[in-house]
């Protein structure tokens, strides 16, 4: 028997946890080293999905282990009134790399916290309330954030915050608005405004975005759409929060996603991929808005927020991508992703799009490239069937399209891995569609 099947395990999980999405692996999990984490049997399972979106140097990066055992001996958790250099040296960085003004930054856990700060902070510069964002974001859990999030989770909580709204994202493989055959963006974005508009009781405090949708179904906006974004929001005195848990820190082939697009945010959020899967955000805003939310009082202290010991494993995450050139890591590692899923296209119908940037690549499954009719249960048997390969892979199914598989192994991925989960994956596919036909 299976030792993943060890039935003391699954009786006190069913008897302890709380289930809080989706179901859970049928696998106990025994350890994680590089790109891969092992079950209880020993096996091998090649993360595609860095754990949780978020380690992109590997699991057990040795540098990364060396600075958690020193902080945890000498400098770990503070008073949260109290400061300590790896805090301000982190916020020294960051404001060193972020885009234009971006210079200053509070250290927080999640991604969700930090987009609850950035909102309040929003709402507090601009003395209004709405929020809008995508009507496929991903934005966190907590009250702000949630109230952003559209991707999924509204029912049965009660009234989100009063004042958000939502516009549908820009989709080029399946657009609302086309002209000569490609996406529309710029009558997308001109007909969104003109709806919110309507209903906007004059109080636009923000925009929250991601530039990559990737709960969202991984949609990756169009190059200019994020500068005519920032544009609407100027017209309207809004501010513009761009959200960059997942593309952030070198995932997309530069070290902000935003860049490509030479966009300047109001807020620049990080989350996910700046622990490299220890629990470390921060929100980066600049000294203006940050002095104006100063003088008004702006209020935003947890237990947790400028701990010294994330934010030096951030200091040392940031360090490694820049020394070992991870960023352009990712857009040849990506490069080689992206051809070898694309000979699998040219293989097998049922691959709708591939899409994205660098490390973080979508694959959408569909019934067959002509109808483009979403596909679920095929995508979730490809998904299956990759697990009992060895491969982890994770797809996100919405009613509007077909599953999307959303591809971000860590950027320390070898050639060898990329290869061995092109070959994983084709054998998942190939297997399933046998099955499903
Ligand atoms: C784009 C984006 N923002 C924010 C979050 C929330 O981050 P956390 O789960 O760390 O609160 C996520 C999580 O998936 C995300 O994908």
């Known amino acids: ?17 709380i289930r809080y999405g989706g179901s859970f692996e049928p696998l106990i999990i025994e350890r994680a080293e590089g790109s891969f984490v092992y ?10 999905t860095s754990g949780q979106m978020s380690s992109i140097l590997g699991h057990g990066h040795p540098e990364i282990l060396e600075v958690i055992a020193e902080h945890a001996r000498t400098l770990d958790h503070l008073f949260s009134g109290m400061l300590s250099r790896p805090v301000v040296d982190l916020a020294s960085k960051l404001a060193e790399l972020a885009p234009g003004a971006l210079e ?43 109230s952003a999030t559209y991707s999924a989770g509204r029912r049965g909580y009660g009234p989100s915050a009063v ?10 493989y399946r657009p609302r608005f086309e002209r000569d055959g490609v996406c529309d963006w710029q009558r997308e974005l001109d007909d969104s405004f003109h709806l919110l508009d309507r209903q906007s009781n004059g109080s636009l405090a923000a925009f929250i975005a991601e530039p990559i949708l990737s709960s969202g179904g991984l949609i990756d906006l169009p190059l200019g759409y994020l500068s005519g974004l920032k544009e609407k929001c100027r017209e309207r005195g809004m501010l513009l929060i761009i959200d960059e848990a997942q593309t952030g820190v070198g995932r ?22 700046l622990g490299a899967g220890i629990p470390l955000s921060a929100v980066v805003t600049t000294a203006a808005i940050e002095e104006l939310c100063h003088e008004r009082g702006f209020l935003f202290y947890t237990t947790h927020v400028s701990d010294p010991l994330p934010a030096a494993v951030g200091l040392k995450v940031l360090e490694i991508v820049e020394r070992d050139g991870l960023v352009q890591r990712a857009a040849s590692s990506g490069a080689r992703l992206e051809r070898g899923l694309r000979e699998l296209q040219g293989r097998f119908d ?4 591939i899409r994205g940037r660098g490390l973080l690549l979508g694959v959408e499954i569909v019934k067959d490239r002509q109808s483009k009719e979403p596909a679920a249960p095929l995508g979730s048997a490809i998904s299956r069937r990759c697990m009992e390969l060895g491969l982890s892979m994770n797809i996100v199914q919405l009613p509007s399209l077909g599953g999307v598989f959303r591809i971000a192994p860590p950027l ?12 994983l994956l084709a054998k998942a596919i190939g297997d399933s569609v046998r099955r499903s036909s």
């Open 1 to 17: 028997m299976s030792k993943n099947s060890e039935p003391r395990f699954w009786q006190k999980a069913q008897q302890h946890l």
């Open 39 to 48: 079950d209880a049997d020993s096996r091998p399972i090649l993360d595609f």
């Open 104 to 146: 200053r930054s509070m250290l927080l856990s999640t991604g969700a916290e930090a987009n609850e700060a950035a909102i309040k902070m929003a709402k507090l510069a601009t003395g209004n309330y709405e929020v809008v964002s995508f009507a496929q974001s991903w934005h966190g859990m907590t009250s702000a954030a949630a």
């Open 163 to 172: 004042g958000s709204f939502a516009i549908p994202a820009p989709y080029p």
């Open 252 to 273: 997309t082939g530069l070290m902000f996603a935003c860049e490509r697009d030479g966009v300047e945010p109001d807020f620049l959020t990080l989350s996910k991929t």
């Open 350 to 353: 049922c691959i709708g799009d």
């Open 412 to 423: 320390t991925v070898s050639d060898r891995e990329i290869d061995l989960g092109l070959d």
